[in-house]
């Protein structure tokens, strides 16, 4: 299979175009783009226009008057608008540097990350959409095996490796051996089904309405997988709107509170781990009772969430390092090195 020539530092990049962020990996460089996939239009006169991207669309969430709407141009880590996606690529191509505005230049080659659940159909979408916005060559690889390479797991090696992705849309699970994906699944449960997890639960059990943002920071400050002793005395402040009053108030919430919220959607995940061990062939299982599953994603930072996949799975399991990083990390390695080649598909 002929990957084409990945050599120049400029003309290479790797994106993990995530439901939450979007990250891109220049050759030679390193992580050269961290924001989040949101793009804010701007209507006038039935005229569409971009008028803010990633960071700068993410703190107008919410805020937008009637002619401006923010979007997030994926869904469950597969494109739900093309034209959307394609400005937002366009933007972090050129934020990563990689590519002039000259009519004569040619345009980077790409490797995007796609979950393992994307039917040709979406893996052709987000190909095209890489192309349109200025790609010369675009490869994909699928997110449990970029996760994995990312992580420094020996994905090479005749040892089997488990990895767990929890990003903003979907949960990636992947069981890898000797350079390949021996079994792979992924759920639509993440980050964000925590954050509409909380929010319901603050508007059944306090009837306040809270935003996205707001749920997604409580969940970062204080949210947990597991209640402990001292979760009733760990609290957190959250503004909204009272719902039978219509104005705004404050509430406190407690560690314990969240873990409430958060039970459903980490049900889920469990289940979708323990499945997946199911599916492990008998050699490669009694490799994980070593090596364990590694997490990896935002997902993977909720306090105690290993604690929960350990007691639950009865195997040992770590955090990577870097765990939201692992995923561009890995897909930037394999368009470096050669070794990893073989993991990435024209479609």
Same mark, same amino acid.
């Given at each position: ?162 990895? !767990?992705? *929890? %990003?903003? /849309? &979907?949960? #990636?699970?992947?069981? @890898?051996?000797? +350079? $390949? ?26 009837? !306040?309405? *809270? %935003?996205? /943002? &707001?749920? #997604?920071?409580?969940? @970062?400050?204080? +949210? $947990? ?34 873990? #409430? ?87």
């Amino acid at each position: 299979m002929d990957f084409g020539h990945f050599g120049s530092r400029s003309r290479a990049i790797a994106m993990d175009l995530g439901t939450a962020n979007t990250l891109v990996y220049a050759s030679g460089e390193g992580i050269v783009v961290d924001e989040p996939s949101v793009v804010a239009i701007e209507t006038a006169n039935g005229v569409r226009r971009v008028r803010a991207i990633g960071s700068d669309a993410k703190i107008i969430v919410g805020k937008t008057p009637d002619n401006i709407q923010t979007f997030r141009p994926l869904t469950d880590g597969v494109i739900n608008d093309l034209e959307i996606a394609e400005e937002m690529i366009k933007h972090f191509i050129y934020k990563a540097g990689v590519c002039s505005h000259s009519l004569l230049s040619r345009g980077p080659e790409i490797v995007i990350c796609v979950p393992t659940s994307a039917t040709t159909v979406e893996r052709r979408a987000i190909r095209a959409a890489a192309l349109n916005a200025g790609g010369r060559e675009v490869w994909l690889i699928e997110e449990p095996m970029a996760a994995a390479i990312g992580a420094g797991l020996p994905v090479k090696d005749p040892v089997g490796s488990m990895v !767990v992705d *929890i %990003g903003g /849309g &979907t949960t #990636e699970v992947g069981i @890898i051996s000797l +350079g $390949s994906l021996n079994y792979g699944t992924s759920a639509r449960v993440g980050g964000d089904k925590m954050d509409e997890a909380i929010a319901a639960f603050v508007r059944r059990r306090h009837n !306040v309405i *809270i %935003g996205e /943002g &707001t749920a #997604e920071r409580i969940k @970062i400050e204080i +949210g $947990s997988a597991l209640a402990t002793s001292e979760g009733t005395h760990i609290i957190g402040c959250i503004r909204g709107q009272d719902v039978t009053r219509g104005v705004p108030c404050e509430l406190s919430l407690s560690q314990a509170d969240i873990v #409430e919220a958060l039970r459903e959607p980490l049900s889920h995940i469990v289940e979708i781990v323990c499945g997946s061990l199911e599916q492990a062939q008998p050699e490669i299982a009694s490799d994980m009772i070593d090596c364990g599953i590694t997490l990896t994603g935002g997902g993977s930072l909720l306090r105690n969430i290993d604690r929960v996949l350990a007691d639950e799975t009865g195997l040992p399991v770590q955090v990577a390092e870097k765990p939201l990083l692992c995923v561009a990390m890995g897909a930037g390695r394999a368009l470096e090195d050669h070794d990893f080649r073989e993991t990435l598909c024209a479609a």
